[in-house]
């Protein structure tokens, strides 16, 4: 059973950093997507950062390019985002998540992700 903690969300003034980190348990070395998504009350979850191990690429939503980094732990077992320059649209429950996909299929949606963490707070005042 793969499980995912998230940490490090907390409450920030605008233009400040966070870092989220992500730790999974059970199989997740096995899993060749995983990323951060985000949703708030009013919007659907929506990719934050996408990670596809077979070819190690990533995608990021527009919204968070140049600001956010996506990488994994040296030990492949923690999943980590790194926040900078936030603004307030930025306020949302964050979601570590990891899936797998078949040949040609792609990591970098919703769809993808077979496990999903509980999700943490992250709220950007300004």
């Known amino acids: 059973q793969v499980q995912l903690v998230e940490s490090g969300g907390g409450s920030v003034q605008a233009g400040g950093s966070l870092k989220l980190s992500c730790a999974a348990s059970g199989f997740i070395t096995y899993r060749n997507c995983m990323g951060w998504f985000r949703q708030t009350a009013a919007n659907e979850r929506e990719r934050v950062a996408t990670?596809?191990?077979?070819?190690?690429?990533?995608v990021y939503a527009d919204s968070v390019k140049g600001r956010f980094t996506i990488s994994r732990g040296n030990a492949k077992d923690t999943l980590y985002l790194q926040m900078n320059n936030l603004k307030p649209e930025d306020t949302a429950m964050y979601y570590c998540?990891?899936?797998?996909?078949?040949?040609?299929?792609?990591?970098?949606?919703?769809?993808?992700?077979?496990?999903w963490g509980k999700g943490i707070l992250v709220t950007v005042s300004s």
């Open positions: 990670y596809d191990t077979r070819g190690s690429s990533t």
């Open positions: 998540a990891t899936g797998s996909t078949g040949v040609g299929g792609s990591c970098h949606w919703v769809g993808a992700m077979d496990y």
